[in-house]
């Protein structure tokens, strides 16, 4: 009997992509796909119940209420998924390996580069969440917190990634306004499942920053996708985050991965170079 791993969220982009990869990149494993409708997570009853049938011998922990602006109008919902549901799953994986997704938001932006040891200054409810659940998780013995970056690639519900939801707005005929002064350190999603499965597989315990090899604004990444995408007819719009009312957004969150970069067996890639490399690959 192979021993079983949970993956939350799995219906998400990168649950997903871990579920997609588990069969080349952890065959040992038999992987028990979790969503919301096969198991809610803010269902105390529930998960205890099913902890206690399938016995998982590894959770990976990915799913969360991660749209900032849903997490700003629902803080109180945010804390229920994003904290409280992370923190009963940490109690139960208190004797095995507990993988916790978090965010290059913990940070304000105003370095950027970021290290692991660098301290955190949330600005929205989401990144305040992920904030307050990291400080539980990593009291457990074997966890492995994941600052991972803005992820890229294709969704179960088309929606999920950050160049398709510039894609939706391009077939709808929209521009898109994007900024010049904020930047990230985008990853495709696939990559941060491979990543995600090695550092499992070696033991890896404590916090790691996941991303890609590049900082690139928002409209850098904007003008990679429309040169990806010519005959959507791409429109983008030069904006500045200095302009923008909403959630709070940080201006500079891109992280250092040289942490996590050591005990991998591939080089994080920059987003221009993986779309150079894999020019079929749905993006």
């Known amino acids: 009997m192979k021993p079983v791993v949970w993956i939350t969220g799995a219906g998400g982009l990168i649950g997903n992509h871990l579920v997609q990869t588990a069969p080349q990149s952890a065959p040992q494993f038999q992987i028990v796909a979790l969503t919301q409708p096969i198991l809610d997570l803010t269902d105390r009853a529930a998960v205890r119940t099913e902890f206690a049938r399938q016995r998982p011998a590894i959770i990976i922990h990915c799913a969360a209420m991660s749209r900032s602006p849903e997490c700003q109008a629902q803080p109180q919902l945010a804390r229920r998924v994003n904290v409280e549901a992370a923190a009963h799953l940490a109690e139960l994986?208190?004797?095995?390996?507990?993988?916790?997704?978090?965010?290059?938001?913990?940070?304000?932006?105003?370095?950027?580069?970021?290290?692991?040891?660098?301290?955190?200054?949330?600005?929205?409810?989401?990144?305040?969440?992920?904030?307050?659940?990291?400080?539980?998780?990593?009291?457990?013995?074997?966890?492995?917190?994941?600052?991972?970056?803005?992820?890229?690639?294709?969704?179960?519900?088309?929606?999920?990634?950050?160049?398709?939801?510039?894609?939706?707005?391009?077939?709808?005929?929209?521009?898109?306004?994007?900024?010049?002064?904020?930047?990230r350190s985008p990853i495709p999603a696939v990559v941060t499942a491979r990543a995600v499965w090695e550092l499992v597989q070696c033991a890896a315990a404590g916090t790691f920053h996941l991303a890609g090899a590049a900082r690139l604004s928002r409209l850098e990444i904007g003008r990679l996708l429309a040169a990806r995408h010519p005959e959507l007819r791409p429109q983008i719009i030069a904006g500045s985050l200095k302009d923008y009312s909403g959630a709070p957004r940080p201006a500079d969150v891109s992280l250092d991965c040289g942490k996590v970069q050591r005990l991998l067996s591939f080089p994080l890639p920059a987003l221009s170079d993986w779309l150079a490399v894999n020019p079929n690959e749905l993006f």
Request: hydrophobic residues 40%; proline residues 4%.
């Open 93 to 183: 994986a208190a004797e095995i390996p507990f993988v916790f997704f978090s965010t290059d938001l913990v940070f304000d932006g105003r370095k950027g580069n970021y290290v692991e040891t660098d301290a955190v200054n949330p600005l929205s409810i989401y990144a305040e969440t992920k904030v307050a659940a990291e400080s539980m998780v990593c009291r457990l013995p074997h966890h492995l917190i994941i600052r991972s970056a803005l992820n890229g690639g294709i969704s179960p519900t088309g929606d999920r990634g950050f160049n398709e939801q510039l894609r939706l707005a391009w077939q709808r005929g929209q521009a898109a306004n994007l900024f010049t002064d904020e930047f």
